[in-house]
């Protein structure tokens, strides 16, 4: 089946330092991709919508300039997390849909903020 | 989206059958119903979705109430490995841009 990959899979930073999480859809094309966050013990949160060629779609509440999302080609979104501060730790997940009836994950990538 | 009311846990034993239930009773007429489902520190993955008809697929199966505002997910026989989060998600047809709820955490006893 279609696979979604996440990279890194984890990552320490320092507070203030920019963290970029990478997601590629690795055996077909993904025009849209999705990336959510998820903290401790709570749901998948929405955050934006990366669309290929164009301006990421932010929800509402979420900083744009602060989680900067670049979808350069059908196969590659990234998401990179500016002046990274401790309440941003969190586990971070893309999507993208299929041509079929699923969406495809990543296996996230749990970031710590120091 | 239509809102959804799922248990906040389950139990099981291994190799018994698990019925996991979910209401959703403001689905509108064309919104399909989707189970995933996510293991400690992975993401989501598809387990299976429907419309009116019960489906079956190699991971569960899936009962629609015939008035739609509800379903139940049924694992025939849980394994350790299907240890999860249950979320059901009624949803409109832009798959990938999914609202999770709190889902349903299921524990498998040995």
């Known amino acids: 089946g279609a696979v979604v990959s996440q990279h890194p899979s984890w990552v320490i930073c320092k507070s203030g330092t920019s963290v970029k999480i990478e997601c590629r859809s690795l055996d077909f094309q993904a025009t849209t991709m999705f990336w959510y966050r998820q903290f401790p013990k709570q749901s998948l949160m929405l955050m934006a919508t990366s669309n290929e060629g164009s301006k990421a779609t932010y929800e509402q509440g979420v900083e744009k300039d602060k989680f900067l999302i670049n979808h350069a080609s059908l196969t590659l979104s990234t998401l990179t997390v500016t002046s990274a501060h401790p309440e941003d730790s969190s586990f971070y997940i893309c999507?993208?849909?299929?041509?079929?009836?699923?969406?495809?994950f990543g296996q996230g990538t749990r970031l710590t903020v120091v | 989206d239509a809102k959804t009311t799922q248990p906040n846990s389950m139990e099981s034993n291994e190799e018994e059958p698990v019925h996991l239930p979910c209401n959703h009773s403001?689905?509108?007429?064309?919104?399909?119903i989707h189970w995933y489902r996510q293991l400690p520190s992975q993401g989501p993955e598809y387990v299976i979705h429907g419309l009116t008809s019960n489906v079956n697929n190699r991971m569960a199966s899936l009962a629609i109430a015939e008035d739609r505002k509800s379903s139940t997910l049924i694992l025939h026989r849980a394994t350790l490995r299907d240890a999860a989060v249950y979320y059901c998600?009624?949803?409109?047809?832009?798959?990938?841009?999914?609202?999770f709820g709190q889902g349903t955490i299921l524990t498998v006893h040995p």
């Open positions: 999507s993208a849909p299929s041509t079929g009836s699923e969406a495809f």
């Open positions: 403001t689905i509108s007429g064309t919104d399909y």
């Open positions: 998600l009624p949803g409109g047809t832009s798959y990938g841009k999914l609202t």
